[in-house]
């Protein structure tokens, strides 16, 4: 059975239902009346809306391909500000940007892929939300399948605990916007709690402790962060509690920043030394408890909040693909596609696939290299291998500094922190947050 629905947008969803024993299944292709007429276009879908995949639809010909996004996430993350929205220096509307807006005659559907079936060029997908319950009142996700002729996994990767006792409840993640709201959230709680009179002084000291493990960008980014909120925004607010506050940052590895150029790693360390925050190398934490944290050299360290930010892990559905795997990673060739079991067709990108590092700037240029290469694909064209070029690392590390590792050079300080906050900036996507970001900086600078 087939369902025609027509939307005001003038877009064409047909519903197959395929009836089971057990179960239907909804079989889901878009089209456009606009282009009904015209050549038919290859259908492209596209899973993840992160660096790979954000860049890639926006990049694609939508003249070559018809084009669905599945993604449980219905925005894309600008993920190297998204420390600056912990603590209220930046809004959380200026580092996203809407999936929805971001191309003409684009499909974007809501849910989470569970499996692919390469053979008969098909992906399972369950809806984000629960539907109705059942007779018996149990809720259900509705499943349904899509077609492909070409197929892009972008899902990303997990926050890595591994395997840390009471880390995925006891500690917060920072890898998605609303971990941000829930670190926000968390650290005000704190401060308000530490200021009710009644309050235990060991009790206090707890609530204001921040314990941020892992060394990498992202974990010095944040203490950088809280130090900056510390000693700009809490001496204002909460006078009285600014003795209690401690910084903690616990690093399994001998230094932080460990990609990083050494002298700049060394950089970091003297300077978050020198503002009394406790860095702690070479140590691991054993187990999370409610209000402390186990340390491989048996130390107990209390802390009011508690962030992870030590590595990742593949997602379920990498788990489940049928490709065949590399240290958690897809395996893929020069040209980004799969090549155990080899698909023409079936193409991975970003965190989730190959053996470049997982950052932003290895994922967007893969991204831009997947949209030159279907392109070319479109048009006859034999493609040309990825080629990744390294243009250097930035990190924020507090008090108007920050770390500029470029090939060309090694900088640190004041200008490169100049050098930091302009070269987000330009890779920023949208008019409308290019011109609230510096808002939102001045606005911090001013009060």
């Given amino acids: ?57 926006r990049d694609i010909d939508i003249n070559k391909y018809d084009v669905s996004v599945v993604s449980p996430r219905n925005h894309f993350l600008f993920t190297p500000l998204l420390t600056s929205t912990c603590v209220g220096t930046l809004e959380f509307r200026g580092v996203i940007e809407p999936v929805r807006t971001a191309r003409s005659r684009l499909n974007y559907v809501q849910a989470e892929c569970v499996g692919v079936d390469p053979e008969k ?37 997990a926050p890595n605990t591994f395997g840390v006792p009471g880390v995925e409840k006891y500690c917060f993640f920072l890898k998605q916007l609303s971990d941000a709201r829930n670190i926000r959230q968390r650290i005000l709680e704190c401060f308000e709690r530490a200021s009710n009179p009644t309050i235990d002084p060991a009790e206090r000291q707890r609530l204001l402790h921040f314990v941020i493990v892992g060394g990498g960008p992202t974990s010095v980014e944040f203490t950088a962060e809280v130090h900056d909120f510390l000693r700009e925004d809490v ?6 509690l600014e003795k209690d506050v401690a910084i903690t940052l616990v690093e399994a590895s001998p230094r932080l920043l460990g990609t990083f150029d050494t002298t ?18 070479g140590v691991s934490v054993k187990e999370v408890r409610a209000r402390e944290m186990l340390l491989s050299d048996g130390s107990v360290v209390p802390f009011g909040v508690g962030v992870w930010s030590t590595g990742l892990s593949p997602i379920p559905l990498v788990k489940k693909l049928p490709f065949k ?30 053996a470049l590092p997982a950052t932003a700037q290895v994922a967007e240029q893969m991204g ?15 493609p040309k291998p990825f080629l990744f070029v390294n243009r250097g690392m930035l990190a924020y590390i507090g008090g108007h500094r920050a770390l500029a590792d470029l090939p060309q050079a090694k900088q640190s300080g004041f200008f490169a922190w100049l050098f930091w906050n302009a070269a987000y900036l330009t890779k920023l996507v949208s008019l409308r947050n290019r011109i609230m970001i510096p808002m939102y ?4 600078y001013i009060s």
């Fill in 1 to 57: 059975m087939a369902l025609l629905i027509r939307s005001p947008f003038c877009r064409r969803v047909t519903l197959s239902v395929s009836s089971h024993a057990d179960a239907a299944r909804v079989f889901v292709s878009f089209s456009s009346n606009a282009t009904e007429l015209a050549p038919k276009r290859k259908r492209l879908i596209i899973l993840g809306t992160g660096w790979a995949g954000f860049r890639l639809l």
């Fill in 121 to 157: 060029q098909l992906i399972h997908c369950e809806s984000v939300y629960n539907a109705n319950p059942d007779a018996d009142g149990t809720p259900f996700k509705p499943s349904f399948s899509m077609w492909y002729d070409e197929l892009v996994v972008a899902v990303g990767a």
């Fill in 235 to 240: 001496h204002r607010w909460f006078p009285e």
């Fill in 264 to 281: 700049l790693s060394e950089y970091t360390m003297k300077t978050f030394k020198s503002r009394k925050i406790d860095v702690r190398t």
């Fill in 325 to 354: 795997t590399e240290r958690s990673r897809i395996l893929i060739d020069e040209y980004l596609r799969v090549v155990d079991p080899p698909f023409d067709n079936i193409h991975a990108l970003g965190d989730c696939a190959g």
């Fill in 368 to 382: 831009a290299y997947m949209a030159e290469n279907l392109n070319a694909k479109g048009k006859g064209k034999e």
């Fill in 441 to 444: 900086w001045f606005k911090s």
